[in-house]
């Protein structure tokens, strides 16, 4: 173990208890704790502890990226994280590439492949990581690949005053049996139905109109169970009470009603912890954003005109994240899209761990929205658990497969169908545990998309399989026979296939499952996102 932290700025170093600090382990089973007993106060510099394990050429390793978008998948031991500081200065400053992801905390380092709270080797020596520990501090695994060893790092920059205790690590590395081991650290539990509806977001984007979502809603299947508008009806990202009078001149409680008429669930998108720098609301309360040391508000990313996070301590701004939700809740909404929701880890203070500030924040939603369930988006999968219902578990689906060339250079947490699939299919070792899996929207269309017919069909059913939510932002009313049936087809699978199981084999995802009675394989190729038979 080895341990940095500072007194009165003077760095201090260590691997057992000192004059200024207690360290008590305990180990049961397969399960570590650490607890630190500050002596003086102490600012927690780094903390890590380090495992051997050779890995061997064809291991596959599980990497958890950090928020909802972060690619997430089985990595070779060939293989590597993209590392967007190898992108251009300059472009990385002005669109704010770094703050989507964990880069302005985490190095990257070639050769080592590190992921949050969650990790696996899959191979001649599998092992199991999972931490209990993510409302205190992440748990950052790092493999490293040249060294041999496994390094986890606890992400707790935090001050102790005298006689404070604080736990670093909570984890469990378990060897042997991979699958009984994930089934036993992730216990199916929640009994919440799986969802199927409608989003305006993958067709129109923010160009969303009154007519627009009135026509989509007249033309909802009868199977649909939820209803919900996404980003493009307030005045600015931000200005949640103020909502485009040009585009929604009546406002959208009326709107809300003739949802609620049809018989299914409203719903609605906000970020609630963010504001743009367009709205009214940057312009009016810079006090309620938070700020750096050198008074500046934090850019969380190039989004709109560029967005930035509030700070949640701020009494009035916190108010007003609670008036903006309860609004839209007595308006009649009962689900929640919440997007952006990763801001908040921009936030730092003295007092506490980027954990539990995203704690802080997740429960002030949980506890605002009572009685509606609420489905996070880019937002950090461990605090998640046991908040939201559901989860986004990818990046947004793109319309062509792997978005257009020059992104692939940028941020993991970029627009990208190619890399959705995979984190969907790798992801579903969270579902019904952790929470409900989003894999984000299908789309069966031909109109304003490039995706393959094959692409859209291998699309809808990894969503069926692996997801929990199945929305589409197609209007049903455009489609024709042969476009119904491929729904109705997603729709038992995605009720009704069992026993699902995949495995990696190069570029190749072999995957099985039961279906009336029948065992189905499949191949997906994740380099073309086809079924190699369909």
């Not at 060294?147 to 060897?175: H, P, R, S």
């Not at 476009?483 to 072999?510: C, F, M, P």
Request: glycine share 6%; proline share 3%.
């Amino acid at each position: 173990m080895k341990l940095a932290y500072t007194i009165k700025g003077v760095l201090f170093q260590t691997e057992k208890s000192d004059d200024a600090v207690e360290i008590n382990v305990a180990t049961k089973q397969n399960r570590t704790t650490v607890i630190l007993k500050a002596k003086k106060e102490i600012k927690i510099e780094s903390i890590e502890l380090t495992e051997p394990y050779a890995y061997n050429p064809n291991d596959l390793v599980f990497v958890n990226g950090y928020q909802s978008w972060t690619d997430t998948k089985e990595f070779t031991v060939k293989e590597n994280l993209k590392n967007i500081y190898k992108v251009p200065k300059f472009l990385v400053n002005k669109f704010a590439f770094d703050k989507y992801g964990d880069a302005p905390f985490k190095k990257y380092r070639k050769g080592v492949l590190h992921g949050f709270d969650y990790s696996y080797i899959r191979g001649e020596k599998p092992v199991f990581i999972g931490s209990y520990n993510s409302r205190n501090a992440y748990l950052i695994i790092n493999h490293e690949l040249k060294k041999n060893q496994i390094t986890l790092e606890a992400d707790c920059k935090i001050t102790l005053t005298q006689g404070d205790e604080f736990t670093v690590f909570d984890y469990a590395m378990v060897y042997g049996d991979l699958d009984k081991t994930i089934e036993a650290f992730f216990p199916k539990k929640m009994e919440d139905k799986n969802i199927f509806g409608y989003t305006s977001w993958y067709n129109h984007y923010q160009n969303i109109t009154e007519d627009i979502i009135l026509d989509n809603l007249k033309n909802i299947d009868p199977r649909f169970d939820l209803f919900q508008i996404d980003d493009g009806y307030e005045q600015f990202v931000g200005d949640w009470l103020k909502v485009d009078k040009v585009k929604f001149p009546n406002g959208l409680e009326g709107i809300c009603k003739q949802i609620l008429d049809k018989n299914v669930t409203a719903g609605i998108w906000l970020a609630p912890f963010v504001a743009e720098e367009k709205s009214d609301l940057y312009k009016e309360h810079p006090d309620w954003l938070y700020k750096d040391k050198e008074g500046n508000p934090i850019k969380c990313g190039s989004n709109w005109s560029g967005f930035y996070v509030l700070d949640i301590y701020n009494e009035n701004a916190k108010a007003y994240i609670v008036e903006c939700l309860t609004h839209y809740k007595e308006m009649g909404f009962r689900f929640f899209k919440l997007d952006f929701l990763y801001s908040v880890g921009m936030i730092e203070r003295e007092d506490k761990t980027r954990a539990q500030i995203t704690e802080d924040a997740y429960q002030l939603i949980v506890d605002t929205l009572t009685d509606c369930k609420v489905l996070g988006c880019g937002a950090i999968p461990s605090n998640s658990a046991g908040k939201f219902t559901y989860l986004r578990i990818g990046p947004d689906v793109s319309l062509i497969f792997d978005d257009v060339w020059f992104m692939r250079f940028f941020h993991r947490e970029r627009i990208s169908t190619k890399v959705t699939l995979q984190n969907t299919i790798y992801r579903s070792i969270f579902a019904r545990s952790l929470f409900l899996n989003d894999p984000d929207v299908f789309l069966l269309r031909d109109n304003n998309i490039s995706l393959s017919k094959e692409q859209k069909e291998a699309l809808a059913t990894i969503n069926a399989l692996f997801g929990n939510v199945l929305m589409t932002s197609d209007n049903p009313g455009d489609y024709d026979e042969e476009r119904k049936e491929v729904l109705t087809k997603i729709l038992h699978i995605n009720q009704d296939a069992k026993n699902k199981k995949y495995s990696r084999n190069g570029d190749l995802i072999n995957i099985s499952y039961e279906l009336d009675g029948k065992v189905i394989n499949k191949v997906y190729d994740t380099q073309r996102g086809v079924f190699n038979e369909w």
